[in-house]
C-alpha cells in the first residue's frame, strides 16, 4: 500500500508578485493559462488532475487520499467557475504543492471579491462556489494584481496524510 508522496523540488514558476500567506516552498509549481481559453473549467480540472497524478495524489491509495484529490479537483471547478461567471473570465491557474499543502490560485480580470453568500441556504440554487471553498480549504483568499488589474483568489489544502 502506497501512501501519497510530496511534491519533489522541482520547476518552480516565477512568484506573482502579489502573495498572501507563504505559499508551499521547496515544492513544485504548474501553471495553465485559460485566457480566453474556451471550456476553461473542464481544462483547469484536468490539468490539475494531472498534477496530482504527477505529484502521486492519484490514484488514490485509500479513502482518505481519494477524498483529498476530489477536494482539490472540486475547489478548482469552483474557482475558476467564479472568475467565469464574475471576473470577466479566468487568466491563470497556479497549482502548487509540498508535503503538507497544496495551493491553488486563479488569477482573473474582475474587480469584485468573491465572498461566501451568508447566510447560506443549501437548498437555494447557486452561489455555493465560495462557501464549498472555504468549507474544503484551510484558508483563502483574494491578492489584487500587482499591475492594478484584477486579482489572483487563492485557496489552500491539505496533503494527504
Same mark, same amino acid.
Given at each position: 500500500?502506497?501512501?501519497?508522496?510530496? #511534491?519533489?523540488?522541482?520547476?518552480?514558476?516565477?512568484?506573482?508578485?502579489?502573495?498572501?500567506?507563504?505559499?508551499?516552498?521547496?515544492?513544485?509549481?504548474?501553471?495553465?493559462?485559460?485566457?480566453?481559453?474556451?471550456?476553461?473549467?473542464?481544462?483547469?480540472?484536468?490539468?490539475?488532475?494531472?498534477?496530482?497524478?504527477?505529484?502521486?495524489?492519484?490514484?488514490?491509495?485509500?479513502?482518505?487520499?481519494?477524498?483529498?484529490? +476530489?477536494?482539490?479537483?472540486?475547489? !478548482?471547478? +469552483?474557482? !475558476?467557475?467564479?472568475? #467565469?461567471? @464574475?471576473?470577466?473570465?479566468?487568466?491563470?491557474?497556479?497549482?502548487? #504543492?509540498?508535503?503538507?499543502?497544496?495551493?491553488?490560485?486563479?488569477?482573473?480580470?474582475?474587480?469584485?471579491?468573491?465572498?461566501?453568500?451568508?447566510? @447560506?441556504?443549501?437548498?437555494?440554487?447557486?452561489? @455555493?462556489?465560495?462557501?464549498? !471553498?472555504?468549507?474544503? #480549504?484551510?484558508?483563502?483568499?483574494?491578492?489584487?494584481?500587482?499591475?492594478?488589474?484584477?486579482?489572483?483568489?487563492?485557496?489552500?489544502?491539505?496533503?494527504?496524510?
Amino acid at each position: 500500500m502506497s501512501s501519497a508522496r510530496p #511534491c519533489s523540488p522541482g520547476d518552480r514558476g516565477p512568484e506573482s508578485g502579489a502573495t498572501a500567506p507563504a505559499r508551499p516552498s521547496n515544492g513544485q509549481t504548474r501553471r495553465l493559462a485559460l485566457i480566453d481559453a474556451s471550456g476553461a473549467v473542464p481544462r483547469a480540472r484536468d490539468f490539475a488532475r494531472e498534477a496530482l497524478r504527477d505529484w502521486g495524489w492519484l490514484p488514490a491509495a485509500n479513502a482518505d487520499q481519494r477524498a483529498a484529490a +476530489e477536494d482539490v479537483l472540486l475547489v !478548482v471547478s +469552483e474557482l !475558476v467557475t467564479n472568475a #467565469c461567471l @464574475h471576473a470577466e473570465g479566468p487568466e491563470e491557474l497556479r497549482v502548487s #504543492c509540498d508535503a503538507k499543502s497544496l495551493r491553488l490560485e486563479v488569477r482573473d480580470r474582475g474587480a469584485g471579491t468573491p465572498a461566501p453568500r451568508t447566510p @447560506h441556504r443549501a437548498g437555494r440554487p447557486g452561489g @455555493h462556489g465560495m462557501f464549498i !471553498v472555504q468549507r474544503l #480549504c484551510l484558508d483563502w483568499g483574494v491578492v489584487r494584481n500587482a499591475d492594478g488589474a484584477g486579482k489572483t483568489v487563492w485557496a489552500e489544502l491539505a496533503a494527504p496524510g
